[in-house]
């Protein structure tokens, strides 16, 4: 069997239980399910034990790593903003052959999970992609956003004609 080059796991797929807990018990409940992302460039596969949810962040980096294959997966960012505040960002994330993270976007259209999620502010707001060994370049946008011009044509203003696409649409 060969490998497959990109896997793109579907919106939510890791914390849709914490969305359930989160409507009956407010926006609290659905941090435990968050993942404070490092820096791109950054191998979370060689991240050490003890982090707040750092295994599973490195499962996803050395499942990338042990498949040899780019993997996009859907998580929830936990970005915190001094005095004890955060913000939950609905994230796609991208590891390459070799489990580094390559990108993160924001998702910039929540559709209806505010204030349970954070809709990045319009200075937040940053178009992603990542550039592959096999020479394509792929953006990131996730299921509502495909609904709105932007983020997808600032990407393909920049030359960006392959994309992944995370989703939980409902058919």
Do not use: M
């Amino acid at each position: 069997l060969g490998t497959c080059d990109l896997v793109v796991l579907p919106e939510l797929v890791f914390y849709y239980a914490g969305i359930e807990r989160a409507l009956a018990e407010g926006k609290a409940a659905l941090r435990e399910y968050a993942v404070p992302l490092p820096p791109v460039g950054s191998n979370p596969c060689a991240f050490k034990p003890g982090q707040q949810n750092a295994a599973f962040l490195r499962s996803l980096s050395c499942t990338a790593r042990d498949l040899g294959s780019y993997v996009v997966a859907n998580v929830l960012d936990l970005v915190e903003t001094g005095g004890g505040g955060y913000k939950l960002f609905n994230t796609d994330v991208a590891f390459d052959r070799t489990g580094s993270l390559v990108a993160k976007y924001w998702k910039w259209h929540t559709f209806g999970l505010s204030p349970l999620i954070d809709q990045p502010g319009e200075c937040e707001r940053r178009p992603a992609s990542f550039e592959t060994d096999f020479g394509v370049p792929f953006g990131l946008f996730v299921c509502f956003d495909i609904e709105f011009e932007d983020p997808v044509q600032v990407l393909l203003d920049e030359g960006v004609r392959h994309f992944t696409f995370s989703s939980a649409w409902v058919n």
